[in-house]
């Protein structure tokens, strides 16, 4: 269910205010039921739109070697006493 911008504003001043439900439901003559309902939606909504992590896996590399991997899936390890001119043109040349 997608939260108007109204009941998302009334969660987050209730968020915001220190009062418990109840009292900012009576203090803004929201229905307790109907308030908790969208805060359930709210609170629902936001864990659905939490980034996924990916897994990744680390290798150790060695000192003073750098790795190219490109979307393609290959890779190009090349030593780190590579000249940062050089590295600019085969970058430009492989985009």
Excluded at 3 to 15: M, R, V
Excluded at 27 to 49: I, M, V, Y
Aim: glycine share 6%; aromatic share 8%; hydrophobic share 40%.
């Amino acid at each position: 269910m997608a939260l108007s911008a109204h009941w998302k504003n009334h969660i987050g001043t209730w968020q915001s205010s220190g009062l418990t439900q109840a009292a900012y439901c009576r203090q803004s003559g929201l229905n307790p039921n109907a308030f908790s309902s969208r805060l359930h939606a709210f609170r629902s909504q936001d864990e659905a739109e939490s980034p996924t992590l990916i897994p990744v896996q680390i290798q150790y590399q060695l000192p003073g070697a750098m790795v190219l991997q490109l979307a393609q899936g290959h890779r190009l390890e090349l030593p780190a006493t590579v000249s940062v001119q050089w590295l600019g043109e085969l970058l430009r040349c492989l985009a």
